[in-house]
T-cell receptor, first 117, second 115 residues
Framework: DSGVTQTPKHLITATGQRVTLRCSPR?????VYWYQQSLDQGLQFLIQ???????AKGNILERFSAQQFPDLHSELNLSSLELGDSALYFC????????????????FGPGTRLTVT | AQKVTQAQTEISVVEKEDVTLDCVYE???????LFWYKQPPSGELVFLIR??????QNEISGRYSWNFQKSTSSFNFTITASQVVDSAVYFC????????????FGSGTQLTVLP
């Protein structure tokens, strides 16, 4: 158990709908990352938050947005869903921006499997 | 931009055989960090090892060993005496230093260990 929790585990919804995925980082971790794993794109970085602020953006669609709340949990919002958005969405956390090498390690949650029909 | 290549899409071995998973990376930075993660059939991503670019010592952990060679930009992973429980997808990944610490993953290698 990595200590990162994600809800829900599975989500089935229809095209055009909007969903929210939730992530709680490990206790003490300030950074949260979202990744998407799909068959055709592999594992791709979407977005990173550090202590409530957006730190980096990857291949995140404009229909997707995220935020990190004061209690450090994060939500990934996916709207106007398309069939191609079906994927496994991972959240990961790490301590933050310390220079210490061991703190670069990211711990992954179990993922949310999104199916768009 | 950085890139990680795992040329082996699928590997199948018989239990107790040794197997090496290849990873080649590209980056212009001199400081970087390399990782291996395991994704078993249950789907979660499990951290296996981290290596920084200044430490070229090979590492052994039980049946797992890693061979890091900067000269060939490779970070290969060997499982000795493979077991059925080793069946999983293995990902190699790269992080560059800086405020954003996102992992750049390879496409993964599906390892199947047959009894």
């Amino acid at each position: 158990d990595s200590g990162v929790t994600q809800t829900p585990k599975h989500l089935i919804t229809a095209t055009g709908q909007r969903v929210t995925l939730r992530c709680s980082p490990r206790s003490g971790d300030l950074s949260v990352y979202w990744y998407q794993q799909s068959l055709d794109q592999g594992l791709q970085f979407l977005i990173q938050y550090y202590n409530g602020e957006e730190r980096a953006k990857g291949n995140i669609l404009e229909r997707f947005s995220a935020q990190q709340f004061p209690d450090l949990h994060s939500e990934l919002n996916l709207s106007s869903l398309e069939l191609g958005d079906s994927a496994l969405y991972f959240c990961a956390s790490s301590v933050g921006t310390s220079r210490e090498e061991f703190l670069h390690e990211q711990y992954f949650g179990p993922g949310t499997r999104l199916t768009v029909t | 931009a950085q890139k990680v290549t795992q040329a082996q899409t699928e590997i199948s071995v018989v239990e107790k055989e040794d197997v090496t998973l290849d990873c080649v990376y590209e980056t212009r930075d001199t400081t970087y960090y390399l990782f291996w993660y395991k994704q078993p059939p249950s789907g979660e991503l499990v951290f296996l090892i981290r290596r920084n670019s200044f430490d070229e010592q090979n590492e052994i952990s039980g049946r797992y060993s890693w061979n890091f060679q900067k000269s060939t930009s490779s970070f290969n992973f060997t499982i000795t005496a493979s077991q059925v429980v080793d069946s999983a997808v293995y990902f190699c990944a790269l992080i560059l230093p800086g405020p954003a610490r996102q992992l750049t993953f390879g496409s993964g290698t599906q390892l199947t260990v047959l009894p």
